[in-house]
């Protein structure tokens, strides 16, 4: 499901085309966006007959506390025929890398009913294409591909999925979804925090914005020395911000994020050095019957 992802600078089509050489189809869930956007054009451009649209209008009525996003996500999910279901967000991307590897899980859960979803690894980057963020506050995994005709649900803010409110059974996978939410010029972030935080408060007015996000200290952030996926090279040739970001304390415009706070630094290190990534009393709504 998305709405206004060119003017809000997501990598929508990257996103597509990311797991489109894995899917049968892909269905996308298009909400009515300003009169300025592209999305659908920028959609439209890979030119691949497994995508289908669904035009929608987003019900005001439902942008309390984030509820449209559920909503349309279940939208789209409905209309997804086959076996499994993979669900992506339009700031998250796959690596080509891992694509057989997926290909394979789903191929060897199939016959065991009781899997009913399939648990990926999440890589947050912050600000630019090489700092990402391992840090105690932010998910590590996430339910990205769910069994379908199972009455499974999109739940809250389309963040993860339920049956009936029940935690699903899932296998832990190995599959990486690289993260770009919080990867854009500073004015376009300050734009898509203050939208996606209106929509929450359930409000729908269109923003103007002059100001910049503030990402704080750069130095602080670990830096990325993976690969990206292939689909984003284009994009992060475009990377043209870096003068806008801060590499010291000083200039700092806003309190400091969780990320930020020393005692969450503690535990972050504590969790990367001593339990090889695993989070204490960290965000689980799954429960992890398998590991592949």
């Known amino acids: 499901m998305v709405r206004n992802a060119t003017r809000l600078c997501y990598p929508v089509k990257e996103s597509i085309a990311s797991i489109l050489p894995v899917v049968d189809e892909f269905i996308v869930a298009l909400g009515k966006g300003d009169d300025e956007d592209r999305t659908e054009q920028e959609i439209l451009s890979l030119n691949d007959p497994k995508i289908k649209i669904i035009r929608r209008v987003w019900d005001p009525e439902l942008f309390l506390n984030s509820e449209i ?41 199939y016959a065991d009913e009781n899997i009913e979803g399939i648990l990926f690894r999440y890589l947050h980057f912050w600000g ?16 990205r591909i769910v069994r379908n005709h199972t009455g499974v649900q999109s739940v809250k803010d389309a963040q993860s999925f339920r049956i009936e409110n029940r935690k ?4 832990a996978s190995q599959a990486r979804i690289f993260h770009y939410g919080w990867v854009r010029p500073p004015q376009l972030m300050k734009t898509k925090k203050r939208e996606h935080d209106n929509i929450h408060r359930g409000k729908s007015e269109k923003l103007q914005v002059d100001d910049y996000f503030d990402y704080g200290n750069m130095s602080s952030i670990p830096l990325y020395k993976g690969s990206h996926p292939a689909v984003m090279t284009d994009k992060i040739k475009q990377h043209n911000w870096q003068h806008l970001l801060r590499y010291s304390e000083k200039g700092r415009t806003r309190p400091l994020l969780k990320h930020e706070k020393w005692h969450y630094r503690l535990v972050s290190w504590f969790e990367n050095r001593i339990l090889n990534g695993r989070q204490l009393w960290g965000y689980k709504n799954w429960k992890v019957i398998k590991k592949m």
């Open 69 to 109: 996003f559920r909503h349309e996500t279940n939208v789209a999910l409905k209309e997804c025929s086959g076996d499994w279901c993979f669900y992506i967000q339009a700031d998250e991307v796959v690596h080509e890398d891992d694509l057989p590897y997926i290909y394979n899980v789903c191929k060897e859960s």
């Open 168 to 171: 699903l059974k899932v296998v």
């Open 128 to 143: 630019d294409y090489n700092h990402y963020l391992p840090f105690h506050n932010w998910y590590r995994n996430e339910i």
